[in-house]
């Protein structure tokens, strides 16, 4: 079986690599793909799977998709027009044709945002409500910079390739699933106990108990990743086989023996799954449950590598794009470095009980180590010993939840009290976590790796758990010597796994909407961010920086300048600074430099204070401040010194950049004012990064016609209500000889060069 399951793996991964949309990509006909693309207005119908509730807004999960249209309407509303002296019979009959006339095909699922009204409250849809729905179909976004999360390959696993926007209901079934929504407000009245019981933590117990997450704050999330037991927070095989088994033992002691008691086992955790969720951690978990069981009931031996495989062939039957998913990757790499752990054990030969759950514990890592470097970009060094403590308490927690509702179904205080001991450990989880993230090497940030170096990693790897299988059979002396070998080996694996071969500076231009993003990095280990925020995206820092500094194994910056404080120059390095001093990220800065101004606004002073509260240095910068990294030169050229402060784009930071025989000028949001002020310091350049957006009042030709750029990069968001870019500055840039790149339409835009030659490129390119 196993076998069987890495044939599959490699088949579906060439499947792959002839260009074949069986795991990545949009497996609908393209005709249909670019039928929608030329229609985006459509209508649907589907079956409701799953409603998801927030104070603004409301989707809707739909499965068994239909897209219908209609290519005669037009022609038939003509006919139907000049028909209205018919008779009522002639009338239905031509009604009857118009509803004949849709066609319908299969796009299989489809998450619809509804159009929220106002001073309406969220309508409650039954899970199984078939819906008839308008509006504007979109594909689902790709990844706009290096780093981020991949919305494409998480919903390709439900079968999603597509959003409605602005959706509205046109119609609906009086019917519904009894059976769907029995689980839904099953698992609603759960978490309404938890939330009556357990106060600030009900949305961890709802995470652990029930698979809702959408109430857990991402402090916490955060604060669990960076300690290395967010893991804890996900319907796991831990959770399956604490209840499942829990449940066949409690069953048996009952009296219900063996056959009755293993039956209800089956079907309990087959709903509990399906309640959850139905992640592919939770369902891998159930498909092993189910096979240990059953192996119980026939009186067969089971096997957990075959469970597993059996498991893996069954979930990439249902979704191949499971293959490329760390839920899926993780999941089933914890079990197989579960499963190793005896190998490192006896390598080491040792029969203490805390060194043995140690050695577990690091199994556990180095089996997932690429998997979370190529995801994360980083990895919990803490979580190895963090997980000693948390691991064996963590089924007392559980229980601990799952008793408080089972008791709240009775009395809510009682479920209060039941629930003290879970709340208790889970306090002792916080404490711990916030120690974690104060200690300098809690996380180690390694980068994305290559596939190449994955696959060296995991040949290294293979060869030391060789050497530990063959240990047990050799004297003490060999056995120590073979030990040493092996850690020789998975070190150099290590080591292979967090190497990045850097050359010149690189400069990214992230997209972040409309705002700006850029970090500068050199061959010899600088790195500088410069602005980082946005007006038309929330979370910036989270979701597009913090990602990118970590694919990229920038665990320290020498500084971050901030060119002036508009909100889509800072709203994420505020992000970034808070991180920081919380200990929620295991990325640090050196020095936060603001521009030297006489009236310091508000958000300014946040700016210095939450910098302060991190321990980075506060500096501010003014012309003539020069900064050197190696070969890396920054040179301030504006603002002057005592600027009022008070037009923070005219008296933003303007900076030069200067690698060999290279030369950059990044002017924030400066206007031909400034541009004109600057004219005597400025010379040639080879980039330039263009000011407010490619705004109209920016960009003038005197100035661009001085710095002779041969590329400028132009951020702002495609749906930006200020016109940016401008025809007549893009027309300017054009005539100058600059050619202009937009984040807008290629993504992030990366321009690297080794101080004479240079190459630039879009991320979506």
Same mark, same amino acid.
């Given at each position: 079986?196993?076998?069987?399951?890495?044939?599959?793996?490699?088949?579906?991964?060439?499947?792959?690599?002839?260009?074949?949309?069986?795991? @990545?990509g949009n497996p609908l006909p393209e005709s249909l793909q670019a039928w929608i693309s030329r229609h985006p207005e459509a209508v649907i119908c589907g079956e409701v799977q799953q409603c998801a509730e927030s104070e603004f807004s409301q989707s809707v999960y739909l499965k068994r998709v239909w897209l219908l249209y209609q290519p005669e309407q037009k022609k038939i509303s003509e006919e139907n027009n000049s028909t209205k002296d018919l008779s009522a019979k002639e009338s239905d009959k031509t009604e009857s044709n118009v509803r004949d006339s849709y066609e319908k095909v299969s796009i299989e699922n489809v998450?619809?945002?509804?159009?929220?009204?106002?001073?309406?409250?969220?309508?409650?849809?039954?899970?199984?409500?078939?819906?008839?729905?308008?509006?504007?179909?979109?594909?689902?976004?790709?990844?706009?910079?290096?780093?981020?999360?991949?919305?494409?390959?998480?919903?390709?696993?439900?079968?999603?390739?597509?959003?409605?926007?602005?959706?509205?209901?046109?119609?609906?079934?009086?019917?519904?699933?009894?059976?769907?929504? =029995?689980?839904?407000? %099953?698992?609603?009245?759960?978490?309404?106990?938890?939330?009556?019981?357990?106060?600030?933590?009900?949305?961890?117990?709802?995470?652990?108990?029930?698979?809702?997450?959408?109430?857990?704050?991402?402090?916490?999330?955060?604060?669990?990743?960076?300690?290395?037991?967010?893991?804890?927070?996900?319907?796991?095989?831990? $959770?399956?086989?604490?209840?499942?088994? =829990?449940?066949?033992?409690?069953?048996?002691?009952?009296?219900?023996?063996?056959?009755?008691?293993?039956?209800?086992?089956?079907?309990?955790?087959?709903?509990?799954?399906?309640?959850?969720?139905?992640? %592919?951690?939770?369902?891998?978990? %159930?498909?092993?449950?189910?096979?240990?069981?059953?192996?119980?009931?026939?009186?067969?031996?089971?096997?957990?590598?075959?469970?597993?495989?059996?498991?893996?062939?069954?979930?990439?039957?249902?979704?191949?794009?499971?293959?490329?998913?760390?839920?899926?990757?993780?999941?089933?790499?914890?079990?197989?470095?579960?499963?190793?752990?005896?190998?490192?054990?006896?390598?080491?030969?040792?029969?203490?009980?805390?060194?043995?759950?140690?050695?577990?514990?690091?199994?556990?890592?180095?089996?997932?180590?690429?998997?979370?470097?190529?995801?994360?970009?980083?990895?919990?060094?803490?979580?190895?010993?963090?997980?000693?403590?948390?691991?064996?308490?963590?089924?007392?927690?559980?229980?601990?939840?799952?008793?408080?509702?089972?008791?709240?179904?009775?009395?809510?205080?009682?479920?209060?009290?039941?629930?003290?001991?879970?709340?208790?450990?889970?306090?002792?989880?916080?404490?711990?976590?916030?120690?974690?993230?104060?200690?300098?090497?809690?996380?180690?940030?390694?980068?994305?790796?290559?596939?190449?170096?994955?696959?060296?990693?995991?040949?290294?790897?293979?060869?030391?758990?060789?050497?530990?299988?063959?240990?047990?059979?050799?004297?003490?002396?060999?056995?120590?010597?073979?030990?040493?070998?092996?850690?020789?080996?998975?070190?150099?694996?290590?080591?292979?796994?967090?190497? $990045?071969?850097?050359?010149?500076?690189?400069?990214?231009?992230?997209?972040?909407?409309?705002?700006?993003?850029?970090?500068?990095?050199?061959?010899?280990?600088?790195?500088?961010?410069?602005?980082?925020?946005?007006?038309?995206?929330?979370?910036?820092?989270?979701?597009?920086?913090?990602?990118?500094?970590?694919?990229?194994?920038?665990?320290?910056?020498?500084?971050?300048?901030?060119?002036?404080?508009?909100?889509? $120059?800072?709203?994420?390095? @505020?992000?970034?600074?808070?991180?920081?001093?919380?200990?929620?990220?295991?990325?640090?800065?050196?020095?936060?430099?603001?521009?030297?101004?006489?009236?310091?606004?508000?958000?300014?002073?946040?700016?210095?204070?939450?910098? @302060?509260?991190?321990?980075?240095? %506060?500096?501010?910068?003014?012309?003539?401040?020069?900064?050197?990294?190696?070969?890396?030169?920054?040179?301030?050229?504006?603002?002057?010194?005592?600027?009022?402060?008070?037009?923070?784009?005219?008296?933003?930071?303007?900076?030069?950049?200067?690698?060999?025989?290279?030369?950059?000028?990044?002017?924030?949001?400066?206007?031909?004012?400034?541009?004109?002020?600057?004219?005597?310091?400025?010379?040639?350049?080879?980039?330039?990064?263009?000011?407010? $957006?490619?705004?109209?009042?920016?960009?003038?030709?005197?100035?661009?016609?001085?710095?002779?750029?041969?590329?400028?990069?132009?951020?702002?968001?495609?749906?930006?209500?200020?016109?940016?870019?401008?025809?007549?500055?893009?027309?300017?840039?054009?005539?100058?000889?600059?050619?202009?790149?937009?984040?807008?339409?290629?993504?992030?835009?990366?321009y690297w060069t080794d101080g004479e030659n240079w190459t630039v490129e879009g991320w979506l390119e």
């Open positions: 079986m196993c076998l069987v399951c890495l044939l599959l793996m490699l088949a579906m991964c060439l499947a792959d690599g002839l260009g074949i949309p069986l795991i @990545r998450r619809v945002f509804l159009k929220k009204e106002k001073g309406k409250a969220n309508e409650k849809i039954p899970a199984g409500t078939l819906l008839k729905v308008s509006g504007r179909l979109v594909r689902v976004p790709e990844t706009r910079n290096p780093g981020e999360f991949d919305s494409r390959q998480y919903y390709g696993c439900r079968h999603i390739y597509y959003f409605m926007k602005d959706g509205v209901i046109q119609d609906r079934s009086d019917s519904y699933s009894a059976y769907l929504q =029995g689980l839904v407000e %099953v698992r609603e009245h759960f978490a309404r106990i938890f939330e009556g019981a357990a106060g600030g933590d009900a949305p961890v117990f709802e995470a652990m108990v029930l698979g809702v997450k959408g109430e857990l704050e991402e402090e916490v999330k955060m604060r669990y990743q960076m300690a290395g037991i967010i893991h804890i927070l996900a319907i796991s095989g831990m $959770h399956i086989s604490l209840l499942g088994a =829990g449940l066949n033992r409690l069953l048996k002691r009952a009296g219900l023996g063996i056959f009755l008691s293993g039956m209800i086992s089956l079907v309990f955790m087959i709903q509990y799954g399906m309640m959850t969720g139905g992640s %592919v951690s939770a369902m891998r978990a %159930v498909c092993m449950f189910l096979m240990a069981t059953g192996a119980e009931l026939l009186g067969r031996c089971y096997d957990g590598m075959t469970a597993l495989a059996v498991s893996a062939l069954i979930l990439l039957l249902n979704s191949p794009a499971n293959l490329y998913s760390s839920g899926f990757l993780l999941s089933f790499g914890a079990v197989c470095g579960l499963g190793a752990a005896p190998v490192l054990c006896r390598l080491v030969g040792s029969k203490n009980r805390i060194i043995n759950a140690l050695l577990s514990s690091a199994a556990v890592q180095l089996m997932t180590l690429p998997v979370m470097l190529y995801f994360y970009g980083e990895v919990s060094l803490a979580g190895i010993l963090l997980n000693l403590a948390v691991l064996p308490t963590v089924g007392a927690v559980l229980a601990s939840g799952v008793a408080g509702g089972l008791a709240g179904l009775a009395s809510l205080k009682a479920a209060g009290v039941v629930i003290i001991p879970g709340r208790a450990m889970l306090f002792l989880y916080d404490k711990l976590c916030i120690l974690a993230g104060k200690l300098p090497w809690c996380t180690w940030i390694g980068g994305r790796p290559e596939l190449w170096q994955i696959g060296l990693y995991y040949g290294l790897l293979f060869l030391a758990f060789l050497f530990g299988k063959k240990a047990g059979e050799l004297q003490a002396l060999y056995r120590r010597k073979a030990a040493m070998f092996a850690a020789v080996l998975i070190f150099a694996g290590i080591f292979c796994l967090g190497w $990045h071969h850097r050359e010149g500076l690189t400069i990214t231009c992230l997209d972040v909407g409309q705002g700006d993003g850029i970090v500068l990095e050199t061959s010899d280990g600088h790195q500088f961010l410069i602005d980082g925020g946005s007006s038309s995206k929330s979370g910036v820092g989270q979701y597009q920086i913090l990602p990118y500094l970590k694919s990229r194994g920038i665990h320290c910056l020498d500084a971050i300048l901030v060119s002036h404080t508009d909100e889509d $120059h800072i709203s994420g390095i @505020r992000e970034l600074l808070t991180f920081m001093g919380r200990g929620l990220t295991g990325v640090r800065a050196e020095r936060l430099i603001l521009p030297e101004w006489e009236e310091k606004s508000e958000a300014y002073r946040e700016l210095e204070k939450l910098a @302060r509260e991190a321990g980075i240095a %506060v500096l501010q910068g003014k012309r003539g401040d020069v900064l050197l990294a190696g070969k890396l030169e920054v040179k301030l050229l504006a603002p002057e010194k005592d600027s009022p402060g008070i037009d923070v784009n005219e008296e933003g930071m303007v900076l030069e950049v200067r690698y060999g025989g290279f030369t950059g000028l990044f002017t924030g949001d400066i206007g031909m004012e400034t541009e004109k002020e600057l004219l005597p310091l400025l010379s040639d350049v080879d980039f330039l990064k263009v000011a407010h $957006h490619g705004s109209r009042y920016s960009s003038g030709k005197e100035f661009l016609e001085k710095v002779k750029a041969e590329v400028g990069v132009i951020s702002c968001s495609a749906a930006n209500t200020y016109g940016h870019p401008a025809a007549e500055t893009v027309e300017r840039l054009e005539k100058s000889g600059c050619r202009p790149e937009y984040t807008m339409e290629s993504g992030a835009v990366i």
